[in-house]
């Protein structure tokens, strides 16, 4: 079993900031590609994030220079700092993560698809209001 457990969702105002974190093992940490993803009501699951074991990180294009990605091994997360948020940005957002996808997150190259992961946690709502 993976341990995946979102935080940090919560309501806020169109500018506003939010900081998510992914609770999980250090084992997931040093070992596994992660990533954030997010979903909608009524749209199909969005990729947001990458981030693989070796430190590269990926972002989508909607959020790249809005949205950090990074480790913490001391606290053992996967956080996401998100800033000038907007309500484009509302969603239930998810941490996945997935070892055989180790290495795959690599500039240049798509990241791998939502559905290549194997493991989700329960997803941490976020709501932007304009």
């Known amino acids: 079993q993976v341990p995946l457990v979102e935080s940090g969702g919560g309501s806020v105002q169109a500018g506003g900031s939010l900081r998510l974190s992914c609770g999980t093992s250090?084992?997931?940490?040093?070992?596994?590609?992660m990533a954030w993803f997010r979903q909608a009501p009524g749209k199909e699951r969005e990729g947001v994030a990458w981030?693989?074991?070796?430190?590269?990180?990926l972002y989508g294009d909607s959020v790249k220079g809005r949205f950090t990605a990074s480790k913490d091994s001391a606290e053992k997360t996967l956080d996401l700092e998100m800033t000038n948020l907007g309500p484009e940005d509302s969603g239930v957002y998810y941490c996945?993560?997935?070892?055989?996808?180790?290495?795959?997150?690599?500039?240049?190259?798509?990241?791998?698809?939502?559905?290549?992961?194997?493991?989700w946690g329960q997803g941490t709502q976020v709501t932007v209001s304009s």
């Open positions: 996945a993560a997935d070892e055989r996808l180790r290495g795959t997150v690599v500039r240049g190259r798509p990241p791998p698809r939502t559905d290549l992961f194997r493991y």
């Open positions: 250090s084992h997931v940490l040093d070992h596994a590609c």
């Open positions: 981030v693989d074991s070796d430190g590269t990180i």
